[in-house]
């Protein structure tokens, strides 16, 4: 495939183009399925089971009646993020939601097996100058991001009224009282002033729908809700439970990749039933260096992060800071991810750099698929043949190395579109049965699904009106937090603001920014928050404006998430100028426009008292 014919002037010598455009579509072809995001089925109703708490015992409690000034529905790091900035903001009744049994989110659902972030822990853990921590590893496990968020808890308060193993049903605006009736799953009847709503875009699992699920007789689970009990040991390793098992694991996306290492120490056998191989890029993980933590400057943190930030939209800057994986790539994921790009260059010249670049680092990761896995054809199957951003990238340092193990054996369903079926023993694929006593799906989770949007949480604003109604020709806001006509009402998220790798980074912005807004409506004594619906149609006017359509790139991709399944063109509702811009801009209409989102109470209305010290609410049991 490579090294045959040179057309590429001096950019790449070796890469032949052509050759490999028609291999990535050949693959792609390989694995479109006509059913597209239908082949998935929701983890919900008889698969309800895959998505419960395995970790924290749900226990009984009355229901709550009472009202609170905030209610921040999700504990994982955008709420609270939230919470803690509006603590600093001097707001003391305020209640975290969640359906966990505890804070965390991701981190807390998430504990397989040799579970890490893939974003340097200096800049993915937040608030870590303010709380005193410093991570102990350059790539954090999962354990320790997640007591992270226990930490920031416990930092800001954050433990004193929450409302855990809850899931918010409806929010309605009474506006004679100006506040929500939040009503819940736990027969909650409570009122809030604001709220927040953040509950995650990648939280629900999804299983694939595979013909027979439900009839294979051993043990099953899903990454998300792992099940020591049955496998022994802990996120470190030692899965004893496994000694005696053939394992299945479906999946090799990022998931996939840190789990399988673990599983095949442990395993009897493992079979991995892989459909599309990830990216595997080199990890090179190390302790954090106590002279290098120690050198550090008072805001050092904000600092790194903004490096990290400005290099991946592709601002000038003068020295990379973090110098990983994803700072030596950042042309390559403007192919995904909104930036600034280069306007000298015209835009098809621009295309035709990128997608070389692309092709040299594409080869660069399947030769180290041949440098690493001995057998060639497990070797060959391991490579992935598509553009670089067309599936999240993957690093690792393990994950190849274990199919060098004699009990490991992949097994390649793509020219089937995955998994056949399942009997009541086996795992089937073509005409091939494996016999195995315990399958994990590590097959990812439900995309965009705040319940907002699905549906799931109904918010009924002014008038009674349906958010979902008010947003039936798409969705309508001011910079992604807020609506005309759902006053005291915040989201968080990636709709119509901006995006990144360091996703806590925006949510920290995204947090900053909510924070800032309820502090300014209390100092003016405002009687609500709310977008007039013409600075909404201004910013869905610029985001329409802006926008960059990358339907071409993802056609061409192999399917996944990232292009629903293959059917997904059209452009991106971020704020394509990229993050860095968006935080500029917010930052300046904080300086001069927050008032526009200000509605002051009426000249008569009786002086509302300072909100900031009402009480905490009563408490949950
Ligand atoms: P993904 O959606 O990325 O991967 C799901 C896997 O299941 C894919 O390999 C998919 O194959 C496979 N699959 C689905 N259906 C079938 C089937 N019928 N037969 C065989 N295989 C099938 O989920 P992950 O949990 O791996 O990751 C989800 C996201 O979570 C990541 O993209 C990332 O954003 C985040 N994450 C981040 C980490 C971090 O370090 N920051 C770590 C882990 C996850 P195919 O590709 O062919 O569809």
Redesign the pocket.
Known sequence: MTDTTTTTGDLCPGIDPEALRTKYRQERDR?IRPDGTG??RRTAGEFGYYAQDPYTPRTDRAPLTDTVEVLVIGAGFGGLLTAAKLRDAGVQSLRLMDEAGDVGG?WYW?RYPG?????ESYL?MPLLEETGYMPQWR?APGEEIRRHTVRIAEHYDLYRDTAFHTRATELRWDEEETHWLVRTDRGDAMRARYVVVSSGT?SQP?L???PGIEDFAGHTFH??RWDYGYTGGDAEGGLDGLADKRVAV?????????AIPKIAEDAQHLYV????P?TVDVRANRPTDPEWAASLQPGWQRERMENFLEILSGEDVEEDLVGDGWTATPALQRAMITGKVDTTVDPAERERRDELADFAAMNRIRSRVDDVVEDPATAEALKPWYRYMC??PGFSDLYLQAFNRDNVTLVD??DH???TSMTQNAVVVGEDEYEVDCII?????ETGVSGVISGTLPVHGRGGTPLLQAWARGPRTLHGFTTHGFPNLFQLGTMQNANS?NFVHILSEQARHIAAMVESAHRSGALYVEPTRAAEQAWCDTIAEVAVDNSAFLAEC????YNG?GTRTGTSTSYAPGPVAFHRLLAAWREDSMDEVLVPAAADAPHREDPRAVPAGQGVA
């Open positions: 694995r082949q998935y991701t998430n579970i890490h972030c893939d974003i993915y790539y990648l999804k694939p729908g595979i990454t998300s479906v999946g090799t996306g990022a998931t996939g990749l840190q039933f892989q459909r599309t990830s599936k999240r369903t793509a579109g995955g998994i799906f590590a097959t990812g989770f790798v192999t399917p996944g998430y399944e």
